[in-house]
């Protein structure tokens, strides 16, 4: 499948804002739930937002929930991650991914990661 296109990271004080967006391939027919990871130097690899099935919200944590928006348009297959109010250890690689039906059943697509850093 072609790969997906993630873009927005960058480097961010803390306290500041910053979105993160993901477009998956148009030529999907179907896709099961779309969102975010990130890969940080604390926690290792965690889920940060996603849309499950029937588009249901899941966010990683409480702390996440209240500071983090995940949203979407459905019909572009684009999803964006705004994060507010964003601390150092926010820092981390994000990782955008989606997961289609394929003939050998669900399969998951990764980007590449675009790199988040929250420093002064």
């Known amino acids: 499948q072609v790969q997906l296109v993630e873009s927005g990271g960058g480097v961010v004080q803390p306290g500041g804002s910053l979105r993160l967006s993901c477009a998956a391939p148009?030529?999907?027919?179907?896709?099961?739930?779309m969102g975010w990871y990130r890969q940080t130097p604390g926690k290792g690899r965690e889920m940060v937002a996603r849309?499950?099935?029937?588009?249901?919200?899941?966010y990683g944590n409480n702390d996440m929930k209240g500071r983090f928006t995940i949203s979407g348009d459905n019909g572009d297959k684009i999803i964006w991650l705004q994060m507010t109010k964003m601390r150092p250890d926010d820092t981390g690689v994000y990782y955008c991914?989606?997961?289609?039906?394929?003939?050998?059943?669900?399969?998951?697509?990764w980007g590449q990661g675009t790199q988040v850093t929250v420093s002064p």
């Open positions: 991914y989606y997961r289609y039906p394929s003939a050998r059943g669900p399969e998951d697509v």
């Open positions: 148009k030529t999907i027919y179907s896709i099961y739930d």
């Open positions: 849309f499950g099935e029937n588009g249901k919200l899941y």
